[in-house]
Nanobody, 125 residues
C-alpha cells in the first residue's frame, strides 16, 4: 500500500520561496505520474502541477506557471515543488497525489487516486 507524506509547508511573507517535498513509501513509484494540488478554505481542491512517470517534463496551472518547479527523484521515491514569489492567494493546504495506474499525468483531480495528508502554506501580505 502506498503512503504519501508531504513536508515543507509553513508561514511566510509575500515574495518568499518555499520548497515542498513528498515522500512515497511502497513499491512502484516510478510507474506512476505524480501531482500537486491545493485547497484553500472554502474552495475546491485545484491542480497545481504534475509530472509524468519519467519526470522528464512537468506542467503547471496558470496560477503558478513561472513561479513553480516540480521535480521527482525516482531513485528516492520523492517529488518536490519549489515555489517562488509567493502570494497571499497561494495560501492553501498543498497535497501530493499519485496518478491512477496507466495515467501519464494530467491536471484532472479524477486521474489521481492516492493522496497525502497535506501541508499548510500560509502567505501573508
Amino acid at each position: 500500500q502506498v503512503h504519501l507524506m508531504e513536508s515543507g509547508g509553513g508561514a511566510v511573507q509575500a515574495g518568499a520561496s518555499l520548497r515542498l517535498a513528498c515522500a512515497a513509501s511502497g513499491g512502484g513509484f516510478s510507474n506512476y505520474a505524480m501531482g500537486w494540488f491545493r485547497q484553500a478554505p472554502g474552495k475546491e481542491r485545484e491542480f497545481v502541477a504534475a509530472t509524468a512517470r519519467s519526470g522528464t517534463y512537468a506542467f503547471y496551472s496558470d496560477s503558478v506557471k513561472g513561479r513553480a518547479t516540480m521535480s521527482r527523484d525516482n531513485a528516492k521515491n520523492t517529488v518536490s515543488l519549489q515555489m517562488t514569489r509567493l502570494k497571499p492567494d497561494d495560501t492553501a493546504v498543498y497535497y501530493c497525489a499519485r496518478g491512477r495506474a496507466g495515467s501519464s499525468g494530467t491536471s484532472s483531480i479524477k486521474d489521481f487516486d492516492t493522496w497525502g495528508q497535506g501541508t499548510q502554506v500560509t502567505v501573508s501580505s
